[in-house]
């Protein structure tokens, strides 16, 4: 599928903090194959749950916010939609090409989408907002896109609160080492507060028809695997340029410790909220 672009008066284009939006490209490239087989899969519940709430089917026009390497818009080719996302990352974005060579991926940021108006049926974005760099914009231009027919959704995912996830350990093993991140535009937690993403979707003019939570164990055969999942994530990444990669592998395996079982594989419990709206 190819999206031809609307023509967009130049009155319209709004400016965006290109440099926080480089810094987030340099981070998600660090790793991309990693994130692709050893990330982006623990998130599949989530993805489809997603997928099941917004009735993605046949002839579905699919948009992924923030789309990473296409795990998300493969399942959706699966199931018959025609699948487009976008993303700050080239690297990601090859492989998600090669996941659905029939998708059309762009390099765009949130606030700036390369897509007419109403061109999709559904619109997702699951931890992507937080690391929006204005979140009014993109939530904007995520109704722009979303047509307002009555079967169309847009659904987004966030953390639950820092408290109720176990990966927080992690994130705050390897944040540890950062003595200044500002400006790089990471906030995991930007969105987690119970009733955040709801009154986010509703200030961007949306109604929101379902809202949940979803618990989701991640799970790792070994300290390895968790290590390049996590060096291949943006706050992996963060770390390493900050402190070096054996330095961040041994705030992994350090902040890991309680979360293993005999036979050395890691699982940690975590709690995703999700909600879907329609445009009126």
């Not at 050893?38 to 923030?66: I, K, N």
């Not at 231009?141 to 307002?148: I, K």
């Not at 909600?275 to 009126?280: H, I």
């Given at each position: 599928m190819r999206i031809v672009n609307a023509p967009r008066n130049r009155a319209e284009t709004v400016i965006i903090a290109t440099d926080v939006i480089e810094?987030?490209?340099l981070l998600w490239s660090a790793n991309p194959h990693d994130w692709a087989q050893l990330a982006e899969p623990q998130m599949t519940p989530l993805f489809e749950r997603l997928l099941d709430l917004t009735g993605v089917g046949a002839a579905t026009r699919a948009l992924d916010l923030a789309c990473g390497s296409g795990l998300l818009s493969s399942l959706a080719a699966a199931r018959g939609a025609q699948v487009a996302g976008v993303d700050v990352?080239?690297?990601?974005?090859?492989?998600?090409r090669t996941r659905v060579p029939?998708?059309?991926?762009?390099?765009?940021?949130?606030?700036?989408l390369p897509f007419g108006d109403?061109?999709?049926d559904v619109v997702t974005a699951v931890n992507a907002l937080q690391f929006s760099v204005k979140l009014e914009r993109a939530l904007?231009?995520?109704v722009r896109v979303l047509d307002g027919?009555?079967?169309?959704?847009?659904?987004?995912?966030?953390f639950a609160e820092p408290e109720r996830n176990e990966g927080t350990a992690l994130q705050r093993a390897m944040a540890s080492l950062v003595s200044d991140g500002?400006?790089?535009?990471?906030?995991?937690?930007?969105?987690?507060?119970a009733g955040a993403l709801e009154a986010a979707l509703a200030g961007a003019g949306l109604s929101v028809i379902d809202s949940g939570e979803l618990p989701l164990a991640w799970s790792y055969p070994d300290i390895e695997a968790l290590s390049r999942g996590l060096l291949a994530s943006a706050g992996g990444a963060r770390a390493s340029r900050a402190a070096g990669e054996d330095r961040v592998r041994e705030a992994i395996a350090g902040a890991a410790r309680p979360f293993q079982d005999g036979s050395g594989a890691v699982t940690l419990r975590n709690v995703f909220r999700y909600a879907v709206a329609v445009k009126p």
């Amino acid at each position: 599928m190819r999206i031809v672009n609307a023509p967009r008066n130049r009155a319209e284009t709004v400016i965006i903090a290109t440099d926080v939006i480089e810094q987030q490209r340099l981070l998600w490239s660090a790793n991309p194959h990693d994130w692709a087989q050893l990330a982006e899969p623990q998130m599949t519940p989530l993805f489809e749950r997603l997928l099941d709430l917004t009735g993605v089917g046949a002839a579905t026009r699919a948009l992924d916010l923030a789309c990473g390497s296409g795990l998300l818009s493969s399942l959706a080719a699966a199931r018959g939609a025609q699948v487009a996302g976008v993303d700050v990352t080239p690297e990601l974005l090859e492989i998600a090409r090669t996941r659905v060579p029939e998708g059309d991926f762009r390099v765009a940021a949130m606030e700036e989408l390369p897509f007419g108006d109403a061109c999709f049926d559904v619109v997702t974005a699951v931890n992507a907002l937080q690391f929006s760099v204005k979140l009014e914009r993109a939530l904007a231009e995520a109704v722009r896109v979303l047509d307002g027919g009555g079967s169309s959704r847009f659904a987004a995912a966030v953390f639950a609160e820092p408290e109720r996830n176990e990966g927080t350990a992690l994130q705050r093993a390897m944040a540890s080492l950062v003595s200044d991140g500002d400006g790089d535009g990471y906030a995991p937690y930007g969105l987690s507060s119970a009733g955040a993403l709801e009154a986010a979707l509703a200030g961007a003019g949306l109604s929101v028809i379902d809202s949940g939570e979803l618990p989701l164990a991640w799970s790792y055969p070994d300290i390895e695997a968790l290590s390049r999942g996590l060096l291949a994530s943006a706050g992996g990444a963060r770390a390493s340029r900050a402190a070096g990669e054996d330095r961040v592998r041994e705030a992994i395996a350090g902040a890991a410790r309680p979360f293993q079982d005999g036979s050395g594989a890691v699982t940690l419990r975590n709690v995703f909220r999700y909600a879907v709206a329609v445009k009126p």
